[in-house]
């Protein structure tokens, strides 16, 4: 058991158990570099680093005055891997964007336009920890709050406090289940992760076990890849203890890797997007994503769905 929860927590991490020293990261040739995209919501999407935020990339509206009145909703989010490249999602992170989002990854731009070269020979292995924190991740709904209320700032009175959400994606996706007791946060989007079946906590920086899911005090998506994604045992047990909110499971048999690397985040994303509009802006027509025996995700054969709570 501890040999598999080992090699799961490598998994979350990125790492190759097989791979030369038994940890090192998995050796990768150098993709092509895919353009930055504005998403496909009402207001296009930039991605940029602000200087006041320098450890974080954000996406948001590129144009906040085609906004009107309308407030912008704040997503955090947890690196795959626990990683410190806040670019590694980025078609995903802009789609969401796209809708009328600010969305904050903690890292640099690592991967994709405006990404520094990448090493030829890959870092030593290490022991199983993580590159980025969940203080990290947290600390873009501080640094949101602080900016609403800041004078002077772009963002000034532009972000609805209420309408704050907190997802993360395998490592990142634990980061997310940590962060989801605080209250300010009002929605929940767990990506093919879940709490350690077997009560061990293995990467070194992730503090979490499955009391976890007590202390969710908001409705939880669940989007897993399948039987074949390796956290799917995991995802699964979570959703089985969760008995205090409403909870929904969605996967779509595509492994471990989601549908990140798809164009504007493909299947995931918009599912995401129906879930924080529902959940909160509360867009009923976003919600009939998710609600009744006949939701357009319990009619899609692509998906596979377990609710909680949910008419």
């Known amino acids: ?36 995209t504005p998403g496909t919501g009402p207001y296009s999407a930039r991605k940029y680093v602000d200087p006041t935020l320098p450890d974080h990339v954000l996406y948001q509206p590129a144009d906040l005055a085609a906004l009107g009145g309308r407030k912008l ?12 490249d806040g670019a590694s999602v980025r078609l995903h992170l802009a789609e969401i964007a796209s809708h009328g989002y600010l969305v904050i990854a903690p890292g640099r731009v690592l991967s994709g336009p405006g990404a520094p070269p990448r090493p030829q020979t890959p870092p030593p292995p290490g022991p199983l920890g993580v590159r980025t924190t969940t203080a ?26 209420r309408m704050v959400a907190v997802s993360g994606h395998s490592c990142g996706g634990l980061q997310a289940l940590e962060i989801a007791a605080d209250p300010r946060v009002h929605a929940v989007i767990v990506h093919n992760s879940g709490v350690f079946k077997d009560g061990t906590n ?31 045992p995991n995802g ?39 879930w924080l509009e529902w959940q909160l802006r509360g867009d009923r ?16 054969p692509a998906w596979t769905i377990r609710k909680k709570r949910i008419d």
């Not at 873009?140 to 209320?149: K, M, R, S, Y």
Request: proline share 7%; hydrophobic share 45%; net charge neutral.
């Open 1 to 36: 058991m501890r040999h598999a929860t080992r090699a799961l927590a490598m998994m979350l991490l990125g790492l190759s158990a097989a791979g030369p020293g038994h940890g090192a990261p998995a050796a990768r040739s150098a993709p092509q570099v895919v353009p930055d």
């Open 73 to 84: 909703g704040l997503l955090v989010w947890g690196n795959g891997a626990c990683s410190d």
């Open 136 to 161: 990290q991740v947290a600390a873009g709904i501080d640094w949101a709050v602080a900016e609403n209320e800041r004078r002077g700032s772009p963002l000034y009175h532009r972000i609805a406090p």
């Open 202 to 232: 293995p990467i070194r920086g992730i503090t979490i076990d499955k009391s976890a899911l007590r202390r969710l005090h908001t409705p939880i998506l669940y989007v897993m890849g399948g039987p074949s994604d390796i956290a799917w």
């Open 236 to 274: 699964n047990d979570d959703f089985d203890r969760i008995d205090t909110v409403p909870a929904l499971l969605a996967s779509l048999d595509v492994g471990h890797g989601g549908t990140f690397d798809a164009p504007n985040g493909g299947r995931a994303a918009a599912i995401d997007v129906a």
């Open 285 to 300: 027509r976003a919600g009939d994503w998710f609600r009744g025996s006949a939701c357009r995700l319990c009619t899609d």
